[in-house]
């Protein structure tokens, strides 16, 4: 067993893992964060989609000890301070863009990292980021239309502060 310390959701956290231990593992297991999914377990399906250092990566496919000293967002980091919820979060509640939800945490931080990086998606542009995610309930119409209106009123709140 080695210790691994990274920072989860702001907060610094340090575990005795083995070398094999996934960091999808280390999240749920460990640390009790069971808002990341696993879903397939082969990297398929997107629904441990969690940001490290910022990046979108599926928790499922980095082992936990390459995270050392890494800043680790998880859907539970996606909520306001207040604990309601964020604006990706709300958006994908108020237009349907989920039925059972399992795919829910990863979409949303899917759509988090498109959205860093590109502020005002094409609907063409949002369906090919999420090639990577996969839902079985939706159709992923609704989940288009959330990230959509997330990045207008993400797009609102910027122009507002300006
Ligand atoms: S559980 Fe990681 S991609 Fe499916
Ligand atoms: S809402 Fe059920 S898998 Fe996407």
Same mark, same amino acid.
């Given at each position: ?127 090919? =980021? ?9 159709? =992923? ?22």
């Amino acid at each position: 067993m080695t210790v691994v310390s990274l920072v989860v959701n702001g907060k610094q956290v340090s575990r005795e893992v083995e070398g094999r231990t996934l960091l999808v593992e280390l999240l749920r297991d460990r640390l009790g964060l069971t808002g990341t999914h696993v879903g397939c377990d082969t990297s398929q399906c997107g629904a441990c989609t969690v940001h490290l250092d910022g990046e979108a990566v599926k928790a499922c496919s980095v082992f936990a000890l390459d995270c050392e000293g890494a800043e680790v967002r998880t859907i539970e980091g996606m909520a306001n301070p207040d604990g309601s919820l964020g604006v990706i979060q709300q958006a994908f509640q108020d237009h349907h863009g989920l039925q059972c939800g399992y795919c829910t945490p990863g979409m949303v931080m899917s759509a988090a990292a498109l959205l860093k990086d590109n502020p005002n998606p094409s609907e063409k542009e949002i369906r090919e =980021y999420l090639e990577g995610n996969l839902c079985r309930c939706t159709g =992923y119409h609704n989940i288009v239309r959330a990230i959509q209106a997330a990045a207008a009123e993400l797009g609102s709140t910027r122009v507002a502060a300006e």
